[in-house]
Antibody, heavy 116, light 109 residues
Framework: EVQLVESGGALAQPGGSLRLSCAAS????????MGWVRQAPGKGLEWVSS????????HYADSVKGRFTVSRDNSKNTLYLQMNNLRTDDTAIYYC?????????WGRGTLVVVSS | EVVLTQSPGTLSLSPGERATLSCRAS???????LAWYQQKPGQAPRLLIY???SRATGIPDRFSGSGSGTDFTLTISRLEPEDFAVYFC??????????FGQGTKLEIK
């Protein structure tokens, strides 16, 4: 069964940094684009970033461009999201999801809280 | 940028009834890149429909999607107790850019 397990969420101060990880299993990781989607408390879904299977093409929502960096290590079946210069409106559950169009599998998410 | 508007915001129905959820795009979009998700409290979203009308793996056939251009619909033919949740539509463009609707909450009447 496909599994995606996020980690790295924590309380961070405005202007701080966090690195999220997403460990994937039970599928050929390098064959799939992957994405990050976030959900602020009580709000809807917002796409954050995506990366192609090889890791060479990355894309970002305008709200995080220049602050967040997505990457992947296909030897470790792991997706990453480096988040710098965090803002209070980055507070959300961050989900990793498989896919380059629709997202067919999702992790359970990791909570990021940005607060002073 | 495509904006997706879902209606109604909240839909109150009883088990056994038929649910019709709408997703309207701000401009014509390819149905190939229109998906629907279900999200229950405390859980991750689950893919229901992709390509506007194809059911994802393991999704019961009481769920169906339809539409084209700017108007898309998710229909649940006979509501089961486990179907009460929040539903999101999503569009993917080749930029790429992923856009979600704001969601429809389906609640028990």
């Amino acid at each position: 069964e496909v599994q995606l397990v996020e980690s790295g969420g924590a309380l961070a101060q405005p202007g701080g940094s966090l690195r999220l990880s997403c460990a994937a299993s039970s599928f050929t990781f390098q064959n799939f684009a992957m994405g990050w989607v976030r959900q602020a408390p009580g709000k809807g879904l917002e796409w954050v970033s995506s990366v192609n299977g090889a890791g060479g093409r990355t894309h970002y929502a305008d709200s995080v461009k220049g602050r967040f960096t997505v990457s992947r290590d296909n030897s470790k079946n792991t997706l990453y999201l480096q988040m710098n210069n965090l803002r209070t409106d980055d507070t959300a559950i961050y989900y990793c999801a498989r896919g380059g169009g629709e997202f067919d599998y999702w992790g359970r998410g990791t909570l990021v809280v940005v607060s002073s | 940028e495509v904006v997706l508007t879902q209606s109604p915001g909240t839909l109150s129905l009883s088990p056994g009834e038929r649910a019709t959820l709408s997703c309207r795009a701000s401009q014509s979009v390819s149905s190939t890149y229109l998906a629907w998700y279900q999200q229950k409290p405390g859980q991750a979203p689950r893919l229901l429909i992709y390509g506007a009308s194809s059911r994802a793996t393991g999704i019961p056939d009481r769920f169906s999607g339809s539409g084209s251009g700017t108007d898309f619909t998710l229909t649940i033919s006979r509501l089961e107790p486990e179907d009460f949740a929040v539903y999101f539509c999503q569009h993917y463009s080749t930029s790429p850019m992923y856009t979600f609707g704001q969601g429809t909450k389906l609640e028990i009447k």
